[in-house]
């Protein structure tokens, strides 16, 4: 029998962490004590400011429709931000703030690509954007990211893959599996590659910009020529703890920004107003908070990473920024679904399969260290006994 469904949705993908977690839900409903590594998300709280500016906000009447790009104020908060912040000169009308992050990658694709070109992205990478670039009826052109190239770009594979069908290269730094960063030299090669080409965009994903241990976040915006050709994303939801109320933006030459808008206005309409005034409030208020999130998960990270890397059959490396580990695991002659499984079932820790990343993933697991130092504790000697009980 035909399918109900519409054809598109035969080549839409998903995130398997919302799968595992459901997996993880299941067991614990049937009295299993699971500790989740596998979300992607701080465990912190919102800053009590932030909430507090939300609640203002809606009693005072930001409790209805509001402009499809955003409320001025916050495209104007948002403007200075990414100006000072990147080094380049942003105005309010290059910026669309939607609900979280990911509908600037949905709207971008949506806008800019179309069936037939191609679309380079990081394998292992957030599972979205070869999802999407195969809803469009685009193609997917991974660039493998290797353990050891540190997981970073390899320059001269980006420079190779590009063609003239090529209309979009997705970066992302720091990067989510890995915990990667790319140096200016990486986003150098990247710029050069596309700067005699008019037809080509970057997706430049810095949701992770504020979630870096060593150096400071490089941007390809930066670079001379590229302002033009780069939509930047960036959001609340993990600088500021707020995955929850979806807070997110996109900068982006103005003609770009308009139709963005305009798939706002046929989608979300806008983004919900007293969110956005919480979000002015995030910028423009005190840092200490998320200053103090990104020490704790230094912490755990160095917590994480050790007691892996005693783990007969694992090695890891110290990731550089976001809160993720890839771990390989070769060592345990399992692959990375077959141990995703078992130590979920046998062990209660939930942790996602490198491969729900891509192909390239396979060997590794992905472990989120947005956890308390005594839960990761806890995950890592029941990895240490369920591997060792085999
Ligand atoms: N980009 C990356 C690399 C992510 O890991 C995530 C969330 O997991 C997002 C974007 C989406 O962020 P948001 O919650 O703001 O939509």
Redesign the pocket.
């Known amino acids: 029998m035909d399918s109900i469904f519409a054809k598109r949705m035969e080549s839409l993908g998903t ?1 398997t ?1 919302f799968e595992v977690l459901a997996k993880a839900k299941a067991l614990e409903k049937q009295g299993r004590d699971i500790v989740h590594l596998e979300i ?2 701080p465990d912190f709280d919102t800053p009590k400011n932030i909430k507090e500016a939300a609640i203002k906000a809606m009693n005072t009447g930001y409790t209805h429709y509001v402009p499809s790009a955003g409320i001025p104020e916050l495209r104007q908060t948002i403007a200075e931000y990414i100006s000072n912040t990147r080094n380049i000169k942003v105005a309010p009308e290059e910026v669309v703030v939607t609900p ?4 600037i ?1 949905f709207f971008s694709i949506l806008a800019l690509v179309n069936p037939g070109d191609e679309v380079l992205y990081p394998n292992p ?2 599972p ?1 954007y070869e999802s999407l670039i195969n809803f469009v009826g685009a193609k997917p052109v991974p660039v493998p990211l290797k353990e050891e190239n540190d997981f970073s770009l390899d320059p001269e594979y980006v420079k190779e893959k590009i063609t003239k069908k090529t209309k979009m290269i997705i970066i ?1 730094s720091p ?2 599996p890995t915990g990667g960063v790319l140096s200016k030299q990486d986003l150098k090669v990247i710029a050069d590659c596309v700067n005699d080409r008019n037809d080509v965009f970057v997706l430049a ?1 810095e ?2 910009s504020r979630i870096i241990y060593e150096g400071k976040h490089e941007s390809i915006t930066a670079f001379p020529g590229m302002k033009d050709k780069t939509i930047l ?1 960036d ?4 600088t500021y703890a707020m ?1 929850g109320w ?3 933006y996109g900068a982006m030459r103005k003609d770009l920004a308009e139709k963005i808008a305009q798939l706002m206005t046929n989608s979300n309409s806008c983004t919900s107003a007293f969110v956005q005034m919480a979000g002015v409030e995030a910028l423009k208020g005190p840092q200490k908070e998320p200053e103090k999130m990104v020490a704790e998960f230094k912490k755990r990270r160095e917590v994480i990473v050790s007691g892996l890397n005693s783990i007969k059959g694992i090695t890891c490396k110290k990731p550089k920024g ?1 809160f993720y580990v890839f771990p390989n695991i070769t060592g345990t002659g399992m692959n990375c679904r077959e141990l995703g499984d078992y130590l979920l079932n046998t062990g209660g820790v939930a942790v996602l399969p490198g491969t729900s990343f891509g192909k390239y993933g396979e060997g590794y697991l992905r472990l989120s260290f947005a956890n308390s130092v005594d839960n990761i504790k806890k995950a890592l000697e029941r990895i240490e006994k369920t591997l060792k009980n085999r």
């Not at 979280?100 to 509908?103: N, S």
């Not at 959001?235 to 993990?238: D, H, L, M, N, V």
């Open positions: 995130e962490a992607g998300e979280g992050a990911k509908p990658m990478g957030f979205i992302n990067e989510n994903d949701i992770y994303l959001g609340f939801s993990k995955t979806r807070l997110g976001a």
